[in-house]
């Protein structure tokens, strides 16, 4: 799995980058944000790899909160590579967290490739969307927050995780590990 990438770029779109790395040369698909926010010929990106039988694709982004954006995006039925990049080139990370905040159909549904339905099922499923920022949380959120992620990748729903870390507090293992129990118990 390539979780980041540093070259130099010899060819560039708005939307893709070939990089040198190395004597290879990677073909990176980024956002119009990212592209947009690059200047000079290094870069520095961080990554998303997604293998298919048909293709090995690499998505590139200029900072983790747009990275998370992208893979939270993927997460939804429906909703692929081409889209959740659409997302990320119209929005930034901390619109669309307003956006999702106040269920803005209208907004999301400029994304090219987002319709209505599609539009109020993105909202619906990300209503806990929030951006990291710079530290700008404090630390019993993101605390919160990367326990809660780490109980969704093991596939349990957000309802059933909620409730199992409602007033509990601790690091992100000791969390995992009380919603896991309560969880059992159910």
Sequence with gaps: MIVGI?????????????????GLTYEVNVSVNTSSSIDGKQVRLVTTQIIREDANLLYGFANKDEKRMFDTLLKINGVGPKVALAACSTFTPETFAKIVSSKDVAMLKRVPGIGPKAASRILVELA???VRGNEEESSDDSVLLEATLALESLGFKKEAIKKALSGESGDVSTLVKIALKKMQRL
Excluded: R, S
């Design 128 to 130: 806990d969307f929030i």
């Design 6 to 22: 540093e070259g130099e770029i010899v060819y560039k779109e708005p939307t893709l980058l070939h990089l040198l790395v190395h």
